[in-house]
């Protein structure tokens, strides 16, 4: 029997799995494709991580991410982290900026607050600010390598005992005091179970008697060249708000950038948007033409140098977006050994480490490091369904 069986293998649930690991815990750890794989929401080389937001406990939770992604590079002996810096632009109101900025006042982060002359003296050729915006540059703020932090994470679970099952997809959650999960391979029994379903959590968790109310969204992510080679590799990360954008998007609509960390000589530009699918349908979903259109039009005010071009790679990245875009972290209804946690909405990553170590603690039955009450199952009242236990 193990202590703990954490089923799926995105960077979520392989930080639970290495929190267990650590602890001494026999922990298995499924997942249903081979690894590594491109079907979810944790794959890509680099993924932004920053302090700076309009919600305290995100803020908190985020500054002992980092603290904890870099603990994971000296416990294996890596790199993951690279500070950039991130910068984000607002228009008048500059609600997004203020918000951020006054987090950061609270939790003591540096930040640089920025006219758009500054942005173009200090970044020159980074991006073409509109008029009457503004900016802040938190300095600390950088970028973790995606990919190795999962292969990373999986050598550290495995360095710690823990056993990592590949191509077996769950077919079967049995509840109790011990929990059994039955797969395409096997049976597995465990003290306590965390489920990270991802995209797939509708199909696990309705059986137990929750259907979380999750969109799935396959988002476009888009590679340009630089103007002249290289030239983007030292510029931050940035996030757009000064944006004008339909009024059918989903909002908040954001544009992102990162430098060319990823792919030599290409810089990383995209809009926060997507098109709603399912996740075993993600290659038959619909291209999204407008969100495309919309990118080029960014493109060509914001970097007029890239007028008329194309983005030389275009990739794709799932999304599980809750109704209010904040996290389900939770213990299931009456099985306090069973610790839930999805619908991410596009920040799960940088707080992984964090997020995974609450999880352990909820499917261990230990005291919570952080305020969970604003992830409840219970926030959901309509997503109760008949569970078959």
């Known amino acids: 029997m193990y202590d703990c069986i954490v089923i799926g293998a995105g960077v979520v649930g392989s930080s639970a799995a290495y929190h267990l ?35 305290l406990l995100y803020v908190k939770m985020t500054i002992e991410a980092l603290r904890q992604w870099k603990q994971l590079e000296e ?61 802040f540059l938190e300095e600390g703020a950088g970028t973790i390598k995606a990919d190795k932090a999962l292969e990373c994470l999986r050598m550290q679970i495995k ?11 769950v077919e079967r959650i049995i509840p109790g005091r011990t929990v059994t999960v039955k797969t395409n391979k096997g049976e597995y029994k465990a003290k306590g179970l965390i489920i990270t379903p991802g995209t797939w959590a509708s199909q696990l968790l309705k059986p137990l008697g929750f259907d979380p ?20 590799k030292n510029y931050p990360v940035f996030i757009d708000y000064a944006l004008n954008y339909p009024s059918d998007f989903t909002s908040p609509c954001f544009a992102y950038g990162f430098p060319s960390d990823e792919y030599p000589g290409l810089k990383k530009i995209s809009v926060h948007q997507g098109t709603e699918t399912v996740p075993d349908d993600r290659d038959g979903c619909p291209s999204d033409k407008r969100v495309m259109e919309f990118l080029l039009g960014y493109m060509k005010t914001r970097f007029p140098e890239l007028a008329g071009e194309k983005p030389s790679i275009v990739e794709w990245c799932m999304y599980s977006l809750t109704p209010d875009e904040e996290f389900i972290l939770d213990n299931l209804a009456h099985h306090p050994n069973v610790a839930i946690g999805c619908g991410f909405s596009g920040s799960g990553f940088k707080l992984a480490p964090v ?20 992830f409840r199952l219970s926030r959901f009242s309509n997503a109760s369904v008949k569970s078959k236990y």
Not at 22 to 41: A, D, I, M, V, Y
Not at 77 to 105: C, H, S, W
Not at 159 to 169: A, D, L, N, R, W
Not at 355 to 374: K, W
């Open 21 to 55: 690991s650590r602890k001494g815990k026999n922990t298995l750890l499924l997942e249903q494709f081979s690894l590594p794989h491109t079907r979810g929401s944790s794959h890509g080389p680099i993924r932004a991580i920053r302090c700076c937001n309009g919600n």
């Open 213 to 232: 109310p999750i969109r799935v969204k396959r988002a476009t992510v888009c590679y340009w060249k630089d103007h002249i080679p290289g030239s983007s």
């Open 159 to 169: 360095k710690y005992g823990g056993h990592i099952h590949e191509e077996e997809k």
């Open 355 to 374: 997020l995974g170590q609450i999880l352990t603690e909820m499917a261990l039955g230990d005291t919570l490091s952080f305020d969970m009450s604003p």
């Open 75 to 135: 416990d294996a002996g890596v790199t993951l982290f690279r500070q950039t810096g991130l910068l984000i632009i607002d228009k008048p109101p500059y609600e997004f900026l203020t918000e951020a900025m006054n987090a950061a006042k609270v939790c003591g982060i540096h930040v640089t607050e920025m006219s758009r002359e500054e942005v173009h003296e200090r970044y020159p050729g980074m991006v073409n600010l509109p008029e009457e915006s503004k900016a």
